[in-house]
């Protein structure tokens, strides 16, 4: 079977510090950086939901104010 890499192939080491680390170690710090930005984007939406459930709120209560204020 042949590699993509020649230096496989010849045996040769890595030569840049990232494919000296190992690819698990590499992939745990992938999947690591991947969580923390799924719950800063999860954090995120939280909020914004909860800033549209208050607006909302504020709008049908404008909304209610205008329909008392036609009526008279």
Known sequence: MT???AR???GEEAA???EKVPLREQLQIFQQDMHALIDNLMQ???DLEAAILSNKKILAEIE???YEL???
Do not use: A, I, M, P
């Open 3 to 5: 590699s993509r890499d």
């Open 64 to 66: 209610f104010k205008v």
């Open 16 to 18: 840049s510090e990232e």
């Open 8 to 10: 496989v192939e010849n």
């Open 44 to 46: 995120r939406t939280f």
């Open 70 to 72: 036609r009526k008279k």
